[in-house]
């Protein structure tokens, strides 16, 4: 495809799901290791408004994100792209410098806009749910900021553009809650090379182009979306946030080079293809059973690295879980955050939510999110199977 602008006057108003791991955490990481994601019915809004601004600023971001409540961002001298006033460049300004990027690329003009931008997932206090609030600000800001441009950008386009936003502030990730973000509803997704991805990156620096990286092929990368099963989904909060890229480094540098590593990359590579063939076939008994089989996964990745994902609260809620007559594990890094439950239509709901609350769990009134048939009720899910996809750019 060709990038193209088209004309776009005034404001606009985007906004990006957070999502949830369903299975593949920390395997993932691994370039071409597989996971399962869904996207939330909770979002973040970005919100532009353009307009003609003296001095130095190029416009402001107002974000409860800040500790300010807003931060001024500018124009850099030697290229015109944008970058942080006062601070380090985040994943807004990252995302906007990557979208601009493109736009000067395809002929456009880059022009003043503040940002204002709304959460629903964190707190009211700021502590975060664990829902991917960094990779859905990403999303958010990388299509409010093409749409003000004008610039025609499809799902795959928005998730690489996203990606490689994210990369720049924290490029240990891999990416899957970009992918669910970007794509919306039940998503299998391997994660691409990110050191090829990073040497594109460095030869699109000097002479190469934006566009001619996200228009290329990313070698491991697959986005695809699925069907989303008839079990119902339920997920649980501990109150206990935790630092995924943290965790992530830490079951990194305690894993690495053990043997048990790569058995446990090749077990999870197995688990995972086990668990997306059988979402294609609403087979509900074999998908509680992988879930079961990467929780112990995790488990003993735990022991692996020394470093504790299932926590005391989120062993409790799988137990809860297990006694309602679902499949459950840790969702995301663990360490804390969230727990998720997969229900067959006989588990009692209220119930089980209800046994979490007794424990200090908070059940989250969420649902799976896509965007082509709104949310997708949590309650109905088999209303919701048509044609699933593989995303491409549009």
Not at 57 to 77: D, E, K, V
Not at 144 to 170: E, H, I, P, R
Not at 187 to 192: C, D, E, L, N, Q
Not at 363 to 376: E, I, K, N, R, T
Request: with cysteine; aromatic share 6%; charged share 20%.
């Amino acid at each position: 495809m060709t990038f193209q602008l088209t004309s776009h006057a005034g404001g606009v108003v985007s906004r990006a799901p957070g999502k949830l791991y369903i299975a593949g955490e920390y395997a993932v990481v691994e370039p071409g290791h597989r996971a399962v994601l869904v996207a939330v019915d909770r979002f973040i809004t970005v919100r532009i408004m353009p307009h003609s601004r003296a001095g130095g600023h190029a416009g402001t971001i107002s974000s409860q994100l800040y500790a300010t409540g807003s931060r001024p961002w500018r124009r850099r001298p030697q290229d015109g792209l944008a970058e942080a006033v006062g601070g380090e460049d985040d994943y807004i300004i990252s995302a906007i410098r990557l979208v601009e990027a493109l736009v000067a690329e395809v002929g456009g003009r880059l022009r003043s806009f503040d940002l204002d931008i709304s959460s629903e997932l964190d707190e009211a206090d700021g502590r975060k749910l664990g829902l991917g609030s960094s990779s859905a600000v990403t999303v958010a800001t990388v299509r409010a900021v093409a749409d003000f441009y004008g610039l025609a950008a499809g799902d795959l386009t928005v998730y690489k553009l996203a990606m490689l936003a994210s990369d720049t502030v924290q490029p240990i990730g891999s990416g899957g809650d970009i992918a669910a973000s970007a794509m919306t509803g039940w998503v299998a997704y391997t994660s691409p090379d990110r050191s090829w991805l990073r040497r594109a990156r460095q030869r699109a620096g000097v002479g190469g182009s934006v566009s001619d990286l996200v228009e290329s092929d990313w070698p491991g990368l697959s986005v695809r979306r699925l069907l989303p099963p008839s079990l119902r989904l339920q997920a649980g909060w501990t109150g206990a946030p935790a630092s995924t890229p943290a965790l992530v480094a830490d079951v990194q540098a305690g894993s690495h080079g053990a043997n048990d590593y790569a058995v446990f990359l090749r077990d999870s590579q197995d688990c995972l293809a086990r668990l997306i063939a059988a979402i294609e076939d609403d087979d509900a008994a074999q998908i509680m059973r992988q879930i079961a089989r990467n929780r112990a996964l995790l488990a003993g990745l735990s022991r692996i690295s020394g470093r504790t994902i299932e926590t005391a609260e989120l062993a409790r809620l799988v137990e809860i879980a297990l006694e309602h007559g679902a499949a459950a594990k840790s969702s995301g890094a663990g360490g804390g955050d969230c727990g998720i439950a997969l229900c067959t239509p006989a588990t009692d709901l209220i119930a089980l939510r209800a046994a979490w609350e007794t424990t200090g769990i908070r059940p989250l009134d969420l649902s799976v999110y896509s965007q082509d048939s709104s949310a997708v009720c949590a309650a109905d899910p088999a209303e919701a199977r048509t044609d699933s996809s593989t995303v491409s750019p549009r």
